[in-house]
């Protein structure tokens, strides 16, 4: 079942902070997180593990709370960069993501 | 390392053609997935490779669609005959060990526009 992500959109200006959050009605193994620009590859961000192991490529923070299926995604002191589509995408027993619908995030000068 | 390298970049063909995508994994990656996302909605899994092998194709929508990684190398996916709701941006993504572990490096996609 696929994970829902809150909010759809959100509109900033640069240096103002967002965060972007991910449900799931599954028991999971493990959240990762990827940014897609328009037209792009969708790009790793972080993964967060069952456990409480974290791996990220990038200066990104990111919450999984086990016991409510549920993840967050912060991001802080927002930059031009940070503009894209962010998706959430959830493991559960195997070892295909299934992806939220994605939250579309604009920062403006 | 070169990424994961897909072909076409584009493609529009006609309701009732046939039109095959191409993904080149990394180098050294046994997993291998196709994942599609159509007109904005979200990113939806079709299968997964290991090796040669596929080990979750739950996600094909029917059998107009057939996958085939050769010699556990490249793959590709061949719609046929095409529909108009076959239409959107398949993406191929590869993982050296468990994806779920490690994550995902997607290639650029492959747009189908089927007209």
């Known amino acids: 079942q696929q994970p829902v992500q809150s909010p759809q959109a959100v509109i900033l200006r640069e240096g103002e902070d967002a965060v972007i959050n991910c449900s799931s009605s599954k028991a999971l193994y493990s959240v990762h997180w990827y940014r897609q620009k328009h037209g792009e590859a969708p790009v790793f961000l972080m993964i967060l593990l069952k456990g409480g192991e974290q791996k990220g490529h990038e200066k990104i923070s990111a919450s999984f709370n086990e016991k409510k299926q549920q993840s967050s995604l912060y991001l802080t002191a927002s930059q031009l960069s940070y503009s894209g589509t962010y998706f959430c995408?959830?493991?559960?027993?195997?070892?295909?993501?299934?992806f939220g619908t994605g939250t579309r995030l604009q920062v403006f000068p | 390392e070169a990424g994961v390298t897909q072909f076409p970049s584009h493609s529009v063909i006609e309701k009732g053609q046939t039109v095959t995508l191409r993904c080149d994994p990394i180098?050294?990656?046994?997993?291998l997935y196709w994942y599609r996302r159509v007109m904005g909605k979200e990113i939806k899994f079709l299968l997964h490779?290991?090796?040669?092998?596929?080990?979750?194709e739950s996600g094909m929508p029917n059998n107009r669609f057939l996958a085939e990684r050769t010699g556990g190398t490249y793959s590709t996916l061949k719609v046929q005959p095409a529909e108009l709701e076959d239409s959107g941006v398949y993406f191929c993504a590869s993982s050296q060990d468990l994806g779920r572990d490690y994550g995902y490096t997607f290639g650029s996609g492959t747009r189908l526009t089927v007209v």
């Open positions: 490779f290991v090796k040669e092998s596929k080990q979750d």
């Open positions: 180098s050294g990656h046994d997993n």
């Open positions: 995408g959830t493991a559960t027993n195997t070892d295909k993501l299934i």
